[in-house]
């Protein structure tokens, strides 16, 4: 069983930067490409960015791409998003989450077996 837990949410300005972590109870973590998703309030959940097994690949949703910066730490078990230039329409609850790696890290939420609670982001002007 594979325990995500994220932290690092909060209430933020427009413009600052906050880093989410995701600490994942499995070993070794490199069997799994993981990602960051977010479900903005009153909408569906959507992909922010994945990271490949190895962090050989990454990709990101075209709304975060030259803001956001996804990483991960095997050895420390832990996925990170560091999020920069935060606007409001960055509000949203952010979830990890981990699946079997595969030929590329995948941006369908419904192919991730294993999630986190969620953090709250909060983006005020």
Request: glycine share 8%; with cysteine; net charge neutral.
């Amino acid at each position: 069983q594979v325990q995500l837990v994220e932290s690092g949410g909060g209430w933020v300005q427009a413009g600052d930067s906050l880093r989410l972590s995701c600490a994942a109870s499995v070993r070794p973590l490199s069997l799994y490409d993981m990602g960051w998703f977010r479900q903005p309030p009153g909408k569906d959940r959507e992909f922010v960015a994945v990271i490949s097994w190895n962090s050989g690949s990454t990709d990101y949703a075209d709304s975060v791409k030259g803001r956001f910066t996804i990483s991960r730490d095997n050895a420390k078990n832990t996925l990170y998003l560091q999020m920069s230039s935060l606007k409001l329409e960055d509000t949203a609850v952010y979830y990890c989450a981990a699946r079997p790696y595969g030929y590329s890290p995948s941006t369908v939420a419904n192919e991730y077996a294993y999630w986190g609670q969620g953090t709250q982001v909060t983006v005020s002007s």
